[in-house]
């Protein structure tokens, strides 16, 4: 910490440059598709073309005598084998368990999307394997596509899976208690504002593509898989326990530098048990690459909600009830998470940041004959920000009254307090951030800024939103009643050589968060040594403790909350090596800047000294302190944390084209204490970046045959560089958490929740100082959509 009220130089609060860009912007990063084993053979998956189709016979004769090709493997291969399971089970509104239909590694008996996976090619090349798939001889019968949810659940409707009753997997309300009075106070409102939205479906596209490598040692018995995971423990506990049989310690699952994820590499997905069965199966190694254009119909999407919201005030214009209905899209079969995302992750969430004494949530969730859907940046939290906060929006300008003002006089002020959705938030100060908001955005200017662009013939406008998650999932106890299917604590191992440097095996996982930059500022600190001192080592198995990845934003808040509690343990047991060493009592022993000293005397020890008699136990007695310094922790978080902020966005449109430009964009985040302000600064600005995406130009479109018409970048508009304003981020509007070590709150996902309602708000604000009586227009916010919402 600095002396002189300087910037801070090392420690928590410092901004120290990513140790691990060294690798990746000289291209020595170890990527999974960098890993090629000997003798290993390549896959390539033949997927369907249809959405919907039964399988009559499929030849394989053909592409088996093909150059190079190993063995194909259909679905009759893994029979026997168990399905990819689903790690959350919903119960519904009626105390009934969610509908689950079994998903096969490869397709048995019918396909349910394009993409499903038919058959598997192993061939000595990739271009072998692929070109052998060509040669596969399919007859297969097309049958009616399910794509749209509503319809999807009417009497009649054709099923996805035909064991299954309809293609409605569960009916979820809650809290279903509160329904009457809600009801109720609808019913007595002085005001209702109604709104029907989209959230719109996403594809993710992190800038690694997945891979998975699977290797069999014949000697051993034991499986290796190497993937692009964000949970690599997960991984394995699903695929071995539940799809492959193999036991855990038969099988290592390594994830080495991951390309990003944002949530589409939390889940097992069948590629990853292919190879792994497969590479045992032949005795050689198997690898797979996923192609772009594969990604697009085979990474779990996100998204995808139809949602009917209506918000209750009374005649002060205070809110008194909100209820919601939404559809929300699974695709065809349940991804690992996908069942918690409109549920637990979504309702909940529905208070925001106001005092609403009422809320009641129902959410359908639908099969359809589409790509799975699962948790993206954000996952749940950003639908029901979208949610409420277009909806206030709208009441706002329903209500003829300032859509601050509005915010501001339902905001919670008091805390810990409960919502009527079940979670308690311990901390925050809505008001403040608001203030910082209006501060960093410069709202004063406006009306300056809206002149400026009317005389360039644009028209300006601005919107403002709050939010709240809640990240860092937590209890397990709590989130096992909820149907959790494994806990949700993390782990750590701290090491410490006998020279003094450490060497800290966590269970959570890096793909782009800069862990090993950030949890040595924590450990280097606690100790008081340079954090060069700390190696931080994740991503397999073989050498890592037990823990359930990264996601969520949980990584410090859990993670790191595991690594201090470990830590502690550590410098508890030093202590006692060095009050023996100081001839002290070691409740007198004070740990400061790498020394360990007897407090009120001059007598002390550098760190590195205590370390070294650790292991060289000549100075204490063995019969009361076991020599070394190795101690691992598991930490359960009581609470999530909660993150909040308020983000404003201003845009211009252009009254000719509908084209809409971000001019300025500024978010006040509370994000409790901040370890590396730099970091966070890059993960809002890259949620943001996704968030705008959504707003503005991303879309997955199925037509009415299940065929993904935006299934390139070609049809898929991605954000680029010049579609985003350079923003104003603020994060000093610290309320630390009150149930973790480090007083920290996730900041990973809080981008993308808080961008989408801003920008759309804005684009509404626009569109009304035109004197277009419009209050919603559905997201991605296209030229042909705005130009359409104007002229109409």
């Known amino acids: 910490m600095p002396k002189d009220g300087g910037p801070i130089e090392s420690g928590i609060g410092a901004s120290p440059k990513r140790r691990e860009d060294v690798r990746f912007l000289t291209g020595t990063g170890n990527y999974t598709d960098d890993i090629n084993l000997r003798g290993q053979a390549y896959v390539h998956f033949l997927r369907s073309d249809m959405a919907h189709g039964r399988i009559n016979s499929i030849d394989t004769t053909a592409a088996s005598a093909m150059p190079g090709v190993v063995r194909v493997f259909t679905g009759a291969d893994f029979e026997g084998v168990g399905s990819i399971p689903c790690g959350w089970q919903i119960t519904d509104k009626h105390g009934e368990v969610m509908q689950e239909p079994a998903h096969p590694v490869l397709a048995q008996g019918k396909v349910r999307y394009v993409g499903d996976a038919i058959a598997a090619v192993v061939a000595d090349t990739a271009e072998q394997a692929r070109d052998a798939a060509e040669a596969i001889e399919l007859d297969m019968e097309e049958l009616p596509a399910v794509i749209d949810m509503k319809e999807a659940v009417k009497d009649g409707a054709t099923k996805v899976h035909d064991d299954l009753t309809s293609n409605l997997c569960y009916d979820w309300g809650f809290v279903e208690e509160n329904k009457p009075a809600v009801e109720e106070a609808f019913a007595n409102a002085a005001h209702v504002t109604t709104l029907e939205l989209v959230n719109n479906r996403l594809i993710a596209n992190p800038m690694e593509p997945r891979v998975a490598v699977g290797d069999f040692n014949r000697a051993t018995g034991d499986s290796t898989l190497y993937t692009t995971s964000q949970n690599p423990h997960v991984i394995r506990l699903l695929m071995g326990a539940f799809v492959l049989g193999i036991p855990e310690h038969k099988l290592r699952v390594i994830a080495p530098d991951v390309g990003g994820g944002f949530g589409t590499k939390i889940f097992h997905y069948a590629e990853e048990a292919f190879c792994t069965f497969a590479a045992k199966a032949l005795n050689r190694a198997v690898k797979w690459t996923s192609s772009r254009s594969e990604a697009f119909i085979s990474d779990a999407h996100g998204r995808d909600h139809v949602s009917t919201i209506q918000l209750a005030l009374d005649a002060d214009n205070n809110f008194t009830a909100l209820r919601t209905d939404t559809y929300a899209n699974m695709g065809a079969y349940l991804s690992t998470f996908a069942p918690s995302v409109p549920t637990w992750l979504h309702g909940t969430l529905m208070a925001g940041n106001y005092k609403t004494p009422l809320i009641y949530v129902n959410v359908k969730a639908v099969f359809t004959n589409t790509v799975p859907v699962d948790a993206y940046r954000g996952a749940g939290r950003p639908e029901a920000t979208y949610q409420l906060e277009r909806v206030i929006d709208k009441a706002a300008l329903e209500l003829g009254v300032d859509p601050v003002a509005l915010r501001r006089q339902n905001f919670i ?244 084209t509908g084209k809409v430009s971000i001019e300025r964009f500024a978010a006040a985040d509370d994000f409790g204490n901040v370890v590396n302000p730099m970091i966070v600064e890059g993960q809002v600005h890259g949620g943001i970046g996704q968030g705008i995406g959504q707003a503005l130009l991303e879309a997955a479109v199925y037509n009415e045959d299940g065929q993904l018409l935006s299934a390139s970048y070609m049809d898929y508009a991605m954000p680029r560089a010049d579609d985003l304003p350079f923003y104003q981020v603020d994060h000093s509007c610290q309320t630390p958490c009150t149930h973790n070590p480090l007083g920290v709150k996730g900041c990973g996902e809080a981008g993308a929740i808080g961008s989408p309602p801003a920008v759309v708000n804005a684009v509404v604000d626009a569109l009304r100082s035109m004197g277009k009586d419009i209050t919603h227009v559905d997201m991605p916010l296209s030229p042909a959509r705005v130009w359409s919402a104007m002229n109409e």
């Open 413 to 656: 002020t008091e805390f810990p307090y409960a919502t009527p959705v079940a979670v308690e938030y311990d901390t925050g100060d809505y008001n403040a951030t608001m203030d910082k908001l209006e501060e960093i955005a410069d709202f004063a200017g406006f009306a300056a800024r809206r002149s400026a662009s009317e005389a360039k013939g644009k028209v300006r406008g601005l919107g403002v939103n709050c939010y709240i998650e809640a990240c860092g999932i937590a209890p397990s106890n709590l989130v096992g009643q909820l149907g959790a299917r494994a806990g949700l604590y993390e782990s750590a191992t701290v090491r410490v050589n006998a020279t003094g440097g450490l060497v800290v095996m966590t269970g959570s996982h890096s793909h782009g968060q800069g862990h090993e930059t950030s949890f040595p500022q924590v450990i280097a600190e606690m100790i008081g040594i340079d954090e060069s001192m700390v190696e931080i080592v994740h991503g397999d198995t073989a050498n890592t403790p037990m823990g359930m990845g990264t996601y969520g934003s949980r990584s410090l808040a859990v993670g790191g909350s595991a690594m201090v509690r470990a830590t502690e343990k550590i410098i508890a047991k030093a202590k006692k090596i060095a009050a023996h060493i100081l001839e002290a009592s070691d409740a007198d022993i004070e740990l400061k800047d790498g020394q360990f000293s007897v407090a009120g005397t001059d007598k002390s020890l550098a760190w590195g000294d205590v370390t070294l008699a650790a292991y060289v136990p000549h100075n204490y007695p063995l019969e009361d302190i076991e020599p070394g310094l190795e101690e691992t922790a598991f930490y359960d978080p009581a609470n999530f944390t909660y993150p909040s902020g308020a983000y404003a966005c201003e845009v211009e449109l252009d009254p000719e």
